[in-house]
């Protein structure tokens, strides 16, 4: 289930347009076309751009490199990548450094990241299998529905997070963590194949 995008629900303040030089980003585009190839991250169009279901994200010794917001992970490149410096949840405002705007989700992610320091990389995509199949796989699964991109969504997830490292967003997507990037993508992968037989 993918809701009507409408683009980001904060206030980005840019600190510093310029494009991105780290090398782990080109684990992150890499990452993206294997999600995107399987179908994990449904591609939409709006009047003010298309993009794919779902963000990716890394934790750097300033923050976070996060996908932009209209980004498609199949086709992403390094211009599509921001590093989140800081997150003001309450005022929803987020300061980052690059060329586009951060993801709609880099509340949430950022939120991950405080409360889970053993975690250095987030996967958020949007999967119908795993949607499906949350309870015969005994997922964890947040108890409400929220809207894309707010507050009481990111709430909500650190709530029913604890100490998994997957999480089902109730009737909306899921999220695979990692204590690296490559961590992250396998076992969101995993979840997917057993979602749909394959494993």
């Known amino acids: 289930m993918i809701e009507e995008y409408t683009g980001i629900k904060f206030k980005p303040v840019c600190e510093k347009k310029e494009l991105l030089r780290n090398p782990s980003i080109k684990e992150l585009i890499s990452w993206g076309k294997r999600i995107s190839d399987e179908g994990m991250a ?27 917001s209209y980004s498609h992970l199949g086709h992403l490149h390094e211009m599509d990548f921001t590093e989140v410096l800081s997150c003001d949840v309450e005022k929803k405002e987020v300061h980052f450094i690059g060329l586009r705007n951060p993801s709609s989700e880099a509340i949430l992610h950022w939120l991950v990241y405080q409360g889970r320091p053993e975690v250095n990389a987030v996967f958020h995509f949007h999967d119908d299998a795993i949607l499906k199949s949350a309870q015969r796989l005994d997922l964890a699964v947040t108890k409400k529905f929220y809207p894309y991109g707010s507050l009481e969504l990111a709430k909500e997830t650190m709530n029913a997070l604890g100490d998994s490292w997957f999480l089902v967003l109730r009737d909306h997507g899921c999220l695979s963590l990692g204590r690296t990037i490559d961590d992250a993508g396998e076992r969101a992968l995993e979840v997917h194949g057993k979602a749909i037989g394959d494993v």
């Open 42 to 68: 449904p591609t939409y169009i709006t009047p003010l751009g298309s993009g794919s279901g779902g963000n990716l994200s890394f934790r750097t010794d300033r923050g976070m490199i996060t996908t932009a």
